[in-house]
């Protein structure tokens, strides 16, 4: 077997020797999180990990943003969990508009509807897909749509409708079923929402960082409103950041 050896790396124990038994919670928080996304995505592919142990999960000691992989040495493949793939909508192939989507791991639910991360087959291009039940929506009607559209759908269409805004996150393709719509969004790569990159620097940022990202909120904002979209949430959560470049996208 030919495996891939992450470079620097070393097991959790050896790494949680070093630091002596004692790590930062968000560390901690970030190699549980990162664990938890690796033993999940064996079981929805049929493979049950029997041994989610410290000398089993690898980490880069030098990023601190904890690279793992899960040594395979046990695993149990059932009938019972061929099933759990088949049921759900991990790794299926979907059509939206003119165009094929392959759904990846699940990004977010709740009353809102799921978000999965996709990949548009024709080139790559790294989405966000949404899923969300028709019962109980809005509809809106909206210029050059003959029909009502579902209200998050309009308004994101509105908020889009002329100039391209780098600040507010696109909607590519859309489709109505039966019994739910399908959004597909960009899905910016690096990136995080406020809150979580702000837990990450200790509630603290420097000023010229905080005048960015006030900056293009406001320039996300502004133009909705001149489209006829009050955006009325505007909040950490629904703010976008890559941590690399500091350039934020409105979502929501």
């Not at 790294?126 to 028709?134: P, Q, T």
């Not at 696109?170 to 990136?191: G, N, S």
Request: proline fraction near 5%.
């Amino acid at each position: 077997m030919v495996l891939e050896l992450p470079t620097p790396c070393e097991n959790l124990i050896e790494f949680l020797d070093r630091h002596k038994g004692n790590i930062e919670e968000n560390v901690a928080m970030a190699i549980m999180k990162q664990a938890t996304l690796a033993a999940q995505t064996c079981c929805q592919r049929g493979v049950l990990h029997r041994d989610v142990k410290l000398e089993n999960l690898l980490i880069n000691p030098v990023t601190l943003n904890p690279e793992k992989r899960l040594e395979l040495d046990n695993v149990d493949l059932h009938d019972w969990f061929k099933y759990l793939i088949c049921q759900t909508e991990y790794n299926e192939i979907i059509d939206v508009g003119f165009s094929s989507y392959e759904i990846g791991r699940k990004l977010g639910e709740g009353g809102f509807g799921s978000v999965y991360a996709g990949v548009r087959l024709k080139d790559g291009l790294e989405v966000a897909l949404k899923f969300a039940d028709k019962v109980g929506i809005e509809w809106i009607n909206i210029e050059g749509h003959p029909e009502p559209v579902p209200k998050e759908i309009g308004l994101l269409i509105l908020a889009n409708k002329g100039p391209w805004v780098p600040q507010i996150i696109q909607l590519l393709d859309w489709v109505e079923e039966a019994e739910r719509y399908i959004m597909v969004q960009e899905l910016p790569t690096p990136c995080e929402n406020l809150f979580e990159f702000l837990d990450r620097h200790e509630g603290t940022l420097e000023e010229n960082v905080v005048k960015a990202i006030m900056k293009q909120a406001t320039l996300a904002a502004q133009p909705c409103c001149q489209r006829g979209v009050l955006h009325r949430d505007v909040k950490l959560e629904n703010l976008l950041i890559n941590p690399d470049t500091l350039e934020v996208k409105l979502i929501e």
